[in-house]
Antibody, heavy 119, light 107 residues
Framework: QVQLVQSGAEVKKPGASVKVSCKASGYTFTSYDLSWVRQATGQGLEWMGWMNPNSGNTGYAQKFQGRVTMTRDNSISTAYMELSSLRSEDTAVYYC????????????WGQGTLVTVSS | DIQMTQSPSSLSASVGDRVTITCRASQSINRYLNWYQQKPGKAPKLLIYAASSLQSGVPSRFSGSGSGTDFTLTISSLQREDFATYYCQQSYSTLWTFGQGTKVEIK
C-alpha cells in the first residue's frame, strides 16, 4: 500500500533553515508528483508547492517563492522540502501528499512534521 | 494565484441535519475542485474529487456539485463522525490553493 513517511519534529531558531523529508513506498516514486502542504496550529491548510520526481520540475506558491526548495533522491524514493529564513509564523505541521489515480487531487498524505521556530 | 472562498466559516448542526458548504473560486476552474475532511490531529482525507466524484470508501451521504466558479459540498444526513473541518481545493492552475475551511460543530 502507498505510504509516505516523514521525518521527525524539528525546533529551529529564527533565520535558520529546515529540511523535511518524505519517504515514499508502495508505488513507483517517479510516477506521481508530490505536493507539500502546511498547517499552523488552529489554522487552515496552505499549499506550498509541488515537485515532479521524474523531471525534478517544481512549482511554488507565490508566498514561498525564494524561500522554499523542493528536491528528491530517486535512489531512495525520498522527497525533501527545505524552507529558509525561518520566522515564528512558519511554525506549523508540514505534510507531503500525493495525488490519486486521476492526478488532480491529494489522496495520500504523510503523517506530518511539526516545525517549531523559536528563539 | 486563484483564491478560494468558503462559506460559512463555521456552522452548528445536529445529527441527521442536511448540511451544505459552498466554495467560490476567483476565476473559472472548470470542475477542478476537490473536497477534504480533516479531524483534529489528523491529515486531511479526500472526500470528493473533480467537483462531484465520490472517493472510494467515502459514504454516499457526501456529495459535491458545481462547475466554473461555484461549488457545493452536501452532507445529506449528518452523522456524529462527520463533525470536522472541511476544505475545498482547486487544481485547475499549476499552483493549487485551498479554501480557508468550514468547521462543522455539534449543536
Amino acid at each position: 500500500q502507498v505510504q509516505l513517511v516523514q521525518s521527525g519534529a524539528e525546533v529551529k531558531k529564527p533565520g535558520a533553515s529546515v529540511k523535511v523529508s518524505c519517504k515514499a513506498s508502495g508505488y513507483t516514486f517517479t510516477s506521481y508528483d508530490l505536493s507539500w502542504v502546511r498547517q499552523a496550529t488552529g489554522q487552515g491548510l496552505e499549499w506550498m508547492g509541488w515537485m515532479n520526481p521524474n523531471s525534478g520540475n517544481t512549482g511554488y506558491a507565490q508566498k514561498f517563492q525564494g524561500r522554499v526548495t523542493m528536491t528528491r533522491d530517486n535512489s531512495i524514493s525520498t522527497a525533501y522540502m527545505e524552507l529558509s529564513s525561518l520566522r515564528s509564523e512558519d511554525t506549523a505541521v508540514y505534510y507531503c501528499a500525493r495525488p490519486g489515480e486521476n492526478g488532480y487531487n491529494l489522496d495520500y498524505w504523510g503523517q506530518g512534521t511539526l516545525v517549531t521556530v523559536s528563539s | 494565484d486563484i483564491q478560494m472562498t468558503q462559506s460559512p466559516s463555521s456552522l452548528s448542526a445536529s445529527v441527521g441535519d442536511r448540511v451544505t458548504i459552498t466554495c467560490r473560486a476567483s476565476q473559472s476552474i472548470n470542475r477542478y475542485l476537490n473536497w477534504y475532511q480533516q479531524k483534529p490531529g489528523k491529515a486531511p482525507k479526500l472526500l470528493i474529487y473533480a467537483a462531484s466524484s465520490l472517493q472510494s470508501g467515502v459514504p454516499s451521504r457526501f456529495s459535491g456539485s458545481g462547475s466554473g466558479t461555484d461549488f457545493t459540498l452536501t452532507i445529506s444526513s449528518l452523522q456524529r463522525e462527520d463533525f470536522a473541518t472541511y476544505y475545498c481545493q482547486q487544481s485547475y492552475s499549476t499552483l493549487w490553493t485551498f479554501g480557508q475551511g468550514t468547521k462543522v460543530e455539534i449543536k
